[in-house]
């Protein structure tokens, strides 16, 4: 049989969502290439997915059930068949379920993949059980809930209107790690004579992208924020016309707040000078249509959403929505696409079961009471990317815990299983896509039939919920069937899409309209400044946390890898090398310190060694580590999130996966 070129989709947890084009052969994919005609992605593909054929047929990958036979986290298992391994696991929750009640069972996912029907597979299933619910908030929900105390369900604007924009400031978005696909448009705005800024809490490779680069301490970007509103509101740059219509509560905004950050307030908070945050404002105030990314990492703070209120405000302060590549870009509302409703079936569960925070699994499973007994983990790895994680493995020990993980490889916490079930990837199975950093919507069919026993989300719980007497049509549905389901309630974002549309698997675009960034979807009609139903009504500084060490870590994305995906890859980890830690000169030289040494990083949470890289990147008083490792390829024992405390973000529950204070010694030999 010859060569097939088969339409996909990038399953992983990234803005952009690409379009790819898979190569198949003899049931095989021999080669991966972006989509073409994918009207953002646009062909390109990031050095990741380049590889992705190589994860696909990896040597690695899990192709059949598992059974632990050794002590826990050792690894050793021998292969078992799918019927021992469901009735393994059903047999187990039975009796559980008689001796602890199903709120003893806590399943535990993310976005392993982001395919809408395996991402939400098992949620109907556990509802239906009755097992304790999860808050799935690791990564930026503190994002999504400053933006909106501010602009409630406004839609997001595209992100092509940047090639429109005369000044973009970067703003915490690590632009070539996490959002490749923006930079065309970038670079156009940047040809028509655009000024790019780019703020961060260090140097990162997206300087090359930018005119300039503003460096502020972690956390105090919304006083950054509030400085330059103070300098609009001062040197009368501001837009009347357009806050007396559409912006709710500036006068007290401007006059109970701003007077306190002045330029020189401001530069003692954030480390920027007083004459660059003066340039910054005007800059910004005289722009014709001023631009703003806003990325994740300014969230993952105590005060996260408050900081993402701040600078979501500065647009509504210049009037900056009203002109065609003005205004904030801070994701799509891609959302409210479909149905999920559907898919998730919350009217499966009839009683109301506990609330646990995927955030706090190492207290959930150390200390919750009555406590949990069985963990079901799929489409994430907690051991590598969980803040505490020293607390993380300690509850995984427990013998009392029966713990199943369905994943693709042998992961840091597949390791610490009873039983492993082999997992799909995208290019098994089916699934539909959206984007949340562009505004098209995608469906994706199986290019090769599963390798091995592996099986998706779906079908497994398909399996489980027969073997549990769970009797419903709707878990008697292919995947395909459910799918078809949900596409059949057409909501205002996917007009004009029709059924053929959605089976050729190409992009479609979501039909947000034109002029809908000025219809803000809040309940006054306005932009809210002031929020009567926040218990902080006006948005404000506050200080990120400050440990007792004298160093702010600060976890940052890498472009070799996804979170722990794509460790298993040698030529991408080769390429990453060791764990490094960034530290400035100054930071080194009174620690005595060196590049390339070894050095252990340490606080109240744990410890960690690093390779050491001194550099002027980083700002004296922060320390930055980027990406995360497999525990096997750390130098010690533990990655970095064994610094990471589990305390969440202002509003939304979030990580404060950088909001942590380390010291630094040399490792002894």
């Excluded at 098992?122 to 799935?136: E, I, P, Y």
């Excluded at 946390?545 to 890498?558: F, Q």
Aim: charged share 20%; hydrophobic share 40%.
């Amino acid at each position: 049989m010859g060569q097939v070129i088969k339409r996909s989709v990038c399953p992983y947890d990234c803005p952009d969502t690409c379009g790819l084009l898979l190569t198949v052969e003899n049931n095989r994919v021999v080669s991966v290439k972006g989509d073409d005609e994918h009207p953002y992605t646009r062909g390109r593909l990031c050095g990741k997915m380049h590889l992705y054929h190589k994860v696909i047929h990896s040597p690695q990958r899990l192709t059949q059930p598992l059974l632990r036979t050794g002590k826990k986290g050792c690894g050793k298992f021998r292969p078992i068949t799918w019927e021992q391994a469901i009735t393994t696991i059903v047999s187990n929750w039975k009796k559980l379920i008689i001796k602890a009640g199903s709120e003893a069972i806590l399943p535990y996912s993310y976005a392993g993949t982001m395919g809408l029907l395996q991402t939400n597979a098992g949620h109907a299933f556990f509802h239906k059980l009755g097992a304790s619910q999860l808050a799935r908030t690791i990564c930026s929900p503190a994002k999504g809930a400053g933006w909106e105390a501010l602009m409630g369900d406004t839609h997001g604007m595209r992100p092509e209107e940047v090639a429109h924009s005369d000044y973009v400031i970067i703003w915490g978005s690590n632009t070539i790690a996490t959002n490749l696909h923006f930079i065309p448009d970038l670079k156009m705005a940047q040809s028509r004579g655009a000024k790019i800024v780019l703020i961060e809490a260090y140097r990162t490779p997206n300087a090359a992208l930018a005119d300039r680069t503003i460096l502020v301490k972690p956390g105090t970007d919304g006083a950054l924020a509030l400085g330059i509103m103070h300098i609009l509101v001062r040197e009368e740059l501001i837009d009347q016309a357009f806050i007396q219509k559409y912006v709710l509560g500036f006068d007290l905004f401007s006059d109970q707040i701003l007077p306190e950050y002045t330029p020189s307030t401001v530069s003692e908070i954030t480390g920027v000078s007083v004459a660059v945050i003066e340039q910054l404002a005007a800059e910004y105030g005289k722009a014709r249509a001023p631009y703003i990314q806003v990325g994740s990492g300014m969230s993952r703070y105590g005060n996260g959403a408050m900081t993402i209120r701040l600078i979501s405000a500065l647009p509504a302060v210049v009037g900056a929505w009203q002109h065609l590549g003005g205004g904030c870009f801070n994701g799509t509302s891609m959302k409210r696409a479909f149905k999920l409703s559907e898919i998730t079936r919350e009217d499966f569960l009839h009683q109301p079961t506990r609330m646990l925070n995927m955030n706090q699994l190492g207290k959930v499973l150390c200390e919750e009471q009555p406590p949990i007994y069985s963990l079901y983990v799929y489409n994430t790895n907690p051991v590598a990317v969980n803040p505490d994680q020293n607390r993380v493995i300690r509850g995984l020990l427990r013998e009392d815990l029966f713990t199943v993980v369905h994943e693709r490889f042998m992961t840091d916490t597949a390791r610490f299983a009873d039983i492993v079930l082999p997992a799909t990837t995208s290019a098994e199975h089916s699934d539909f896509y959206r984007g949340y950093g562009h505004n098209y919507l995608q469906r994706a069919f199986p290019a090769i039939t599963p390798l091995g026993q592996s099986k998706s989300n779906w079908e497994v719980f398909q399996l489980l919920a027969q073997a549990m007497g769970f009797n419903e049509t709707f878990f008697q549905q292919s995947a395909d069937e459910l799918i078809d389901h949900v596409l059949q309630f057409i909501n205002p974002l996917c007009a004009g899409i029709d059924e053929n549309q959605w089976k050729s698997g190409k992009a479609l675009s979501a039909a947000l309209g034109a002029g809908s960034k000025m219809n803000f979807l809040t309940p006054s009609g306005k932009i809210e400044l002031y929020n009567e139903r926040l218990d902080e009504k006006l948005p404000h500084y506050v200080e990120p946390y400050r440990g007792r060490e004298s160093l702010h870590l600060v976890v940052a994305p890498s472009v070799q890898t996804l979170n722990s995906t794509f460790t298993e890859q040698k030529e991408l980890s080769n390429k990453r090398g060791k764990m490094v830690l960034l530290m400035n000169p100054c930071d080194a030289k009174q620690r005595y310190l060196i590049t390339g040494q070894a050095v252990i990083a340490h606080n109240d949470q744990g410890e960690v060694e690093f390779s050491l890289k001194v550099t002027e990147a980083v700002l004296a008083g922060t320390v930055v580590v980027e990406g995360v490792w497999s525990l096997e390829q750390t130098s010690g024992n533990r990655s970095v999130n064994a610094l990471l405390s589990d305390r969440l973000t202002d509003l939304g529950q979030g990580s404060t996966l950088s909001d942590n204070c380390i010291e630094v010694r040399g490792k002894k030999l």
